[in-house]
């Protein structure tokens, strides 16, 4: 009886084949995979803007004008962005997260504000 020594295996074609597929495949799903990391910063950012702006009106009611950060009480942080109140004043605020970081990558929504009057730029952020 006489037997046969096959060998079985992959050649090298096919393993490239193999790795070509996996470039393509990482090289579609590694930007929208970046994209999707930017827009959840961004809704921790307008999160904490919400609050900074609930802590604002609050402070009102109970005060004749809204107030500096620092005097809110509140505490907001991120990694992400920096938050600052700008024309504060009896009867005016405007809150305002800017990108830093890896953040600041996101030219679309590098700065977003809201104010006293609920109005918030850029709108296609929030």
Same mark, same amino acid.
């Given at each position: 009886? &006489?037997?046969?020594?096959? !060998?079985? *295996?992959?050649?090298?074609? %096919? ?16 930007? !929208?995979?970046?994209?999707?990391? =930017?827009?959840? =910063? ?7 803007? !919400?609050?900074? &702006?609930?802590?604002? %009106? %609050? ?12 005097? !809110? *009480?509140?505490?907001?942080?991120? /990694? ?10 009896? /009867? ?8 830093? *970081?890896? &953040?600041?990558?996101?030219? %679309? ?5 809201? @104010? &006293? @009057? ?9």
């Amino acid at each position: 009886m &006489q037997v046969k020594n096959s !060998l079985k *295996g992959m050649t090298l074609i %096919e393993v490239m084949v193999v790795v070509t597929i996996i470039a393509i495949i990482g090289a579609v799903a590694y930007p !929208l995979f970046t994209d999707y990391v =930017r827009e959840a =910063r961004r809704a921790d950012a307008i999160s904490q803007l !919400l609050t900074l &702006q609930l802590a604002q %009106e %609050e402070y009102r009611l109970r005060n004749s004008s809204y107030a500096e950060l620092a005097v !809110l *009480g509140t505490t907001v942080s991120s /990694e992400f962005y920096a938050f600052s109140a700008t024309n504060v004043g009896a /009867e005016t605020y405007s809150l305002t997260a800017t990108a830093i *970081g890896a &953040q600041a990558s996101d030219t %679309e929504c590098a700065s977003m504000t809201i @104010n &006293q @009057n609920d109005q918030r730029t850029p709108a296609a952020c929030w």
